[in-house]
Each structure stands twice: as C-alpha cells, then as structure tokens.
C-alpha cells in the first residue's frame, strides 16, 4: 500500500506539466485531516443524541469562549455519568455544574428537577397533582401548549427536544409510586 505523503511519493507531475504536491491544497496549505465524528460520550461510553449548539449556548451558566461553531454538540442521558454535552471530537465535554439547570436525565428520581423546563413542571407538582385530584393534567396541558407555539424546547430543554416523551414517563412512574404505596 502506497502512502501520497511519503516523502518520494509526494510530488508528481499534473497534465499541464506543472509539479504538484498531493499533500497541500493549490494555494500551498496543508488540508486538515479529517476526523470521523465521536457519537459515544467519552466519559461512559453510551451513544449520544445530537443537540444545536444553541441548546448547549443556552443552557451553559459558564463562558461561551470555549464553544466551537465549527463542531456539533452530543447530549449524554445517562443518568450516573457527569458529562451532560460533548463535542463531536471528544475532545470538549460539559458537566452538570456548568449548566444553568438541573438534568432530568441526571435525576429522574428527584421530586425538584424539571421534567418540563418550558412549563416547569417537576414529578414533585406531577405528585401533588395526583394526590389532590387523582389524575394529572400535566401531558395535555403540555400538548396544548406545544400546540400553539408557547414552548422553546430547543433552547430550555437540556435534551435539545420536546419533554413529552419525558412528561409521559414521569407521570406514568409518579402514578405507579403512588399505587404501590395505596397497596401496603
């Protein structure tokens, strides 16, 4: 297997009869190797969901000097990992501690974290509800809301995306918690 850049390989000859050298592009510089993007959060070895960096801009409650336009941005959920974003080349990574918010992914057994950060809406108000009522109101309330454009998922939600799917789940733990101790 040739290598281009070895050091008797590099030059040629193009049709024009002019000397070129594959390892420089035409205006002398060095092209940038290419690297293939990190999906794998590099602190728990879990597969990331891609997030704006507008999302991580948002959330982040440090500087904004270290954010590379240039790069794109993974959310890790898992729940027993620091590592709330980081960068398709592994190479930058953002903690809970430098965001303005709590992870509900972080905590999904914390009564105070957001479950939905447009509404803010937590398991704790899920279970107040639940007790004073009987049901909860929560995942409408939310649909209705998404529906007329009341909600900025994509900038308040650590995820990136709509919490629905998170609200859903929450209720439907919340509701089961609450079962089980109507049980005993």
Do not use: W
């Not at 790069?71 to 027993?80: E, G, H, K, N, V």
Request: aromatic content about 4%; hydrophobic content about 30%.
């Amino acid at each position: 297997m040739s290598d281009c850049c070895a050091p008797n390989n590099r030059e040629s000859t193009d049709k024009a009869g002019q000397t070129t050298d594959c390892c420089t592009t035409p205006n002398g510089q060095v092209p940038q190797a290419r690297t293939t993007p990190v999906q794998n959060c590099p602190t728990c070895g879990k597969k990331g969901k891609q997030v704006g960096t507008e999302t991580v801009k948002a959330m982040l409650a440090v500087t904004l000097h270290g954010i590379q336009p240039d790069r794109s941005y993974l959310f890790c959920r898992t729940a027993d990992c620091a590592v709330v974003y980081f960068a398709d080349d592994g190479k930058q990574t953002f903690i809970e501690d430098d965001l303005r918010e709590k992870v509900y992914q972080k905590h999904p057994d914390d009564d105070d974290v957001f479950v939905c950060y447009c509404f803010r809406h937590t398991p704790g108000s899920i279970r107040v509800e639940l007790l004073a009522t009987g049901q909860s109101t929560v995942v409408e309330t939310v649909t209705q809301g998404t529906k007329v454009h009341q909600c900025a998922c994509e900038l308040r939600n650590p995820q990136g995306s709509c919490c629905l799917g998170n609200v859903s789940g929450a209720v439907k733990r919340v509701k089961q918690e609450l079962n089980a101790v109507q049980v005993m």
